[in-house]
């Protein structure tokens, strides 16, 4: 349970084809409070193909005050896939995160994790590959430069060790991101206090437990369990649906 009352604004359509009746709707019972009435309508904004940061971000929102702590972390991941600079999505996000922490049993997130998503979930994978494509394009050309003038130099030294750092720094942060957001399967733990074994059967030893919330890897599944790998790269077999895929 969240021990904390938070309410957070809806955000307006973006684009057309979100003002629709069942999205118009789930906004006007969430602004009465009728949190499980705006779920419904949004999920149905969604089987009529809706599909925009707004609209998850929403969702994210609604699921949120319900005390549903393991789905609105998973509709705002959704939200910022589709939008990662959004202040908005970034801060609810981060608050929901919050929660998970305070009710971890057994496992620790890891701060060097959190530190790399920080940095970069501002910007899309695009983003990301352009910038490292232009620290790339800018070391080959002191390397170019070097060879043409066939010399050293302080400037020449410098340029190179900058440019070289820049390189690594931005081919880093765009593996993690892709490794993270788009090598893998990922998820959201949506089930609160389930037990992680050390095998696919209910038979096996509980290894830990996890709460809702915490995002995990899914390695493999089997008989109606998920091997997730979580941040801290401890793995258990979860029930399968206890996590929810992004």
Known sequence: MIGVTATFCLVAPARAELETDAFTRGNAHYDSLRYDSAIAAYESAMREGAESSALY????????????????????????????????????????????????????????????????????????AWLASACLLALGGVIVWRILLRRGGFLIHTLFGVTS?????????VTFKYRVEFAAPRAVVVLDDIPVRARPAESAAVEFRAAAGLEVEILEESAGFALALFENKRRGWTPADAIERL
Do not use: C, H
């Open 57 to 128: 971000y929403n969702v994210g929102n609604a699921y949120f005050e319900k005390r549903d702590l393991g789905r609105a972390i998973l509709y705002y991941l959704r939200a910022q896939r589709i939008d990662p600079g959004d202040p908005d999505i970034r801060d609810n996000l981060a608050f929901a995160r919050r929660f998970v922490k305070l009710q971890m049993t057994g496992v620790e997130l890891n701060p060097v994790t959190d530190a790399l998503r920080a940095v970069t979930t501002p910007w899309s994978l695009t983003a990301w």
């Open 165 to 173: 750092a820049l390189a690594v720094v931005a081919v880093t942060l």
